[in-house]
């Protein structure tokens, strides 16, 4: 591993790393575990009821579906061990675990489906049924940092990202801004420009100077791992998988 690349880019990827097997058998063992669909989602008038509850995200051992699987081939794995360390040193530790499940438009009801045309949401987990919320629900996240949460905090850390099921263009694939991180913390929204036809955006801190910087679209084949730091810009394209296959990631 070429740490100057992760400290130019603010982001690394290592494709193929963890065993596709094990992966692809995680995969299937949380497909099983429920139906993927409208059942997950509370009606209109149940979620009128509480529509901004406490809590709706899967928190370190509260209700995170992480606690009832081994990941030990993950976070044992001596190539993810040696990065980690590299990263981060030696005494690092793991904050949270969870799984990301990419919302069909299929899935949606038809509530659901009428607020995301007025304004695209990016975290469904607040209209999922409270035994369900124990995965993150997401679909077409616009650029984000993952400092977002920690504005006001200690924000050293980084991510890392695991396709456990192979990941094509169709299936919201992890948009990343390479370079983006040397900005440092910034306030979201951002000051981002579009450049028609283009991998690249301009990104500013003022509004005022921009700068151009390279976008990457990471499709990926079954245990692919993605590392990034927490002022690294990145996003997701929109899902377009059908019930029979959606995205599953760590």
């Known amino acids: 591993m070429n740490l100057e690349d992760f400290e130019k ?3 690394i990827k290592f494709d193929e790393l963890l065993s596709a097997n094990e992966c692809n058998i995680l995969y ?3 497909k099983q575990s429920r139906n993927w669909g409208k059942e997950l989602f509370l009606s209109e008038e149940e979620y009128n009821k509480d529509p901004n509850p406490d809590r709706a995200n899967p928190g370190k051992n509260i209700q995170n579906l992480v606690s009832n699987y081994n990941l030990d081939f993950i976070e044992n794995n001596p190539q993810i061990k040696r990065i980690l360390t590299n990263l981060l040193g030696n005494d690092y530790e793991i904050l949270l675990t969870k799984f990301v499940v990419a919302v069909s438009s299929d899935w949606m009801p038809k509530y ?3 607020m995301n045309k007025k304004e695209p949401l990016s975290n469904f987990n607040k209209f999922i049924k409270k035994e369900f919320r124990d ?3 997401f679909r077409g996240l616009d650029l984000h940092m993952d400092s977002i949460d920690w504005e006001n905090a200690n924000n050293k850390f980084i991510t890392m990202y695991v396709y ?3 990941v094509d263009h169709s299936m919201s694939p992890l948009e990343i801004v390479k ?3 040397k900005l440092g913390h910034t306030q979201h929204p951002h000051y981002i420009e579009k450049i028609k036809n283009s991998n690249e955006i301009k990104y500013s801190l003022d509004n005022k100077k921009f700068l151009k910087f390279e976008k990457e679209k990471l499709v990926g ?3 692919s791992v993605y590392f990034w ?3 690294t810009l990145h996003g997701t394209a929109e899902s377009k998988e059908s019930k029979e296959s959606f995205r599953i990631s760590l």
């Open 135 to 137: 995965v993150t629900y």
């Open 9 to 11: 880019n603010g982001f």
């Open 112 to 114: 659901v489906e009428e």
């Open 164 to 166: 456990l099921n192979e």
């Open 28 to 30: 299937s063992k949380i």
């Open 221 to 223: 084949a079954s245990g």
């Open 179 to 181: 370079g983006s991180h």
């Open 229 to 231: 730091t927490s002022n």
